[in-house]
């Protein structure tokens, strides 16, 4: 900052400050918008392909979670659960029907009255099919109260060609496996 007293010359003083800023040109902030957006055009297929492995991951974590809670279920309350994919859903009586890539619900199936405890809805952009990756995965999957499941099932979560698998063993036990299955 330039101070001015009485007698100095008010136009030297501009040309001090004049001298001292610099700006850009129109040719320089254009080469640099032009990196900006060769950078950005090169990290958008690598973030589309981060944001599928995400995905991928959360939805086998999502129903691996499902079937843990639903054997713990089991186990804890002593009575026979189910887990099954659940068809009209805004209905007062959902019914099992469909497959494991739509919504979800762990039901307690005592007797001949069914409550339903909890529902799970989808993660987006996922695919769930079987092992193979040629069929979705239907039924239902039962565990009796000492915890022991009705079948084995591998259900294989794919988004943008990631996958990981939810393997359930006969026993029903659930364990998370990464490229255990095949992408359509």
């Keep these: 900052m330039v101070f001015c007293y009485l007698g100095c010359d008010v136009g030297a003083m501009d040309d001090a400050r004049m001298q001292g800023q610099q700006g850009l040109t129109l040719l320089e ?4 918008v032009a990196i900006v957006a060769l950078l950005s055009a090169m990290s958008v297929p690598t973030f589309r392909d981060h944001l599928s492995a995400a995905r991928a991951r959360a939805g086998a974590h999502q129903l691996y979670s499902m079937v843990h809670t639903a054997r713990s ?3 804890l309350s002593g009575e026979d659960i189910m887990l099954c994919p659940v068809q009209h859903l805004e209905t007062a009586q959902p019914t099992c029907g469909g497959h494991f890539g739509e919504s979800i619900a ?3 199936s005592t007797g001949l009255s069914a409550t339903l ?3 799970w809805l989808p993660v987006g952009g996922v695919t769930v ?3 193979a990756g040629t069929a ?12 022991f499941g009705n079948r084995n099932v591998t259900l294989s979560v794919c988004s943008g ?6 393997v359930v063993n006969r026993l029903g036990r659930p364990r998370l496996a990464r490229q255990w299955g095949a992408c359509p």
Excluded: E, F, M, P
């Design 106 to 108: 762990l039901i307690n």
């Design 73 to 75: 279920t089991a186990l």
């Design 117 to 119: 405890r909890q529902v």
């Design 136 to 147: 979705v995965v239907g039924g239902t999957l039962r565990w009796d109260r000492y915890g």
């Design 161 to 166: 060609g990631h996958n990981w698998s939810v």
């Design 129 to 131: 099919r079987n092992r």
């Design 29 to 32: 902030c254009l080469v640099a």
